[in-house]
């Protein structure tokens, strides 16, 4: 049973314009959030996070927004870049940290 | 280095042999993770580490596979008889401590099992 979800295996978005990453988790309980990003490869780079007690984290062109009442999260890119090209992993942290199975995005020229 | 270092970076193995992966963490980080990705899967938990001790090893797929964790540093995973299904690239995790906070992870050491 998936307790973090992202239900689009593959996301394709015109440079330039926002990329939008959706994740779903199911306990309610869950109180921190991390996005990572990986290359073929390598391994998955750290992008950013979010505590229960946000619904909003920035930083530069990344923003994540947390919806607790819907258990939804949400990646937001803009503007997309070719280098933004990769598999993005939403993740729930405790003592572990609980992937999702990821979402590749392409970003067309 | 200042990152995660994983090794070999690449293994490749006979079938019913036993690997060791090494994992170094970042310095005075005091959790450490293993992680493993077969193809077109996602990231599968194997074990945690806080300090030398595994309050978490429930992603272990077999008693085929064990960690250990010395001096709250260095953590090596073995695999012993392998098999075709273990064939993955497997990543190595730390981060300061075990509670929210971004972990940082190796470049991974893909096995494969012929």
């Known amino acids: 049973d998936q307790q973090v979800k992202q239900n689009s295996p593959s996301l394709s978005v015109q440079e330039g314009r926002i990329s939008i990453l959706n994740c779903d988790y199911t306990?309610?309980?869950?109180?921190?959030f991390l996005w990572y990003k990986k290359y073929p490869a390598e391994g998955p780079t750290f992008l950013i996070s979010i505590s229960s007690i946000k619904d909003k984290n920035e930083d530069g062109r990344f923003t994540v927004f947390l919806n607790k009442s819907a258990k939804h999260l949400s990646l937001h890119i803009v503007p997309s870049q070719p280098g933004d090209s990769a598999v993005y992993f939403c993740?729930?942290?405790?003592?572990?940290?609980?992937f999702g199975k990821g979402t590749r995005l392409h970003i067309l020229p | 280095g200042a990152g995660v270092s994983q090794s070999p970076s690449n293994k490749v193995t006979e079938k019913g042999k036993d690997v060791e992966l090494r994992c170094d963490p970042i310095s005075g980080h005091t959790a450490l993770y293993w992680y493993r990705q077969s193809l077109g899967q996602g990231l599968e938990f194997l074990i945690y580490f806080q300090g030398n001790s595994a309050p978490d090893k429930s992603g272990l797929p077999s008693d085929r596979f064990s960690a250990e964790r010395t001096g709250g540093s260095v953590s090596t995973l073995t695999i012993q008889r392998t098999q075709q299904e273990d064939s993955a690239v497997y990543l190595c995790a730390s981060s300061r401590r075990s509670m929210n906070t971004e972990a940082f992870f190796g470049q991974g050491t893909r096995l494969t099992v012929v």
């Open positions: 993740a729930h942290r405790d003592d572990k940290i609980i």
């Open positions: 306990n309610s309980m869950f109180d921190y």
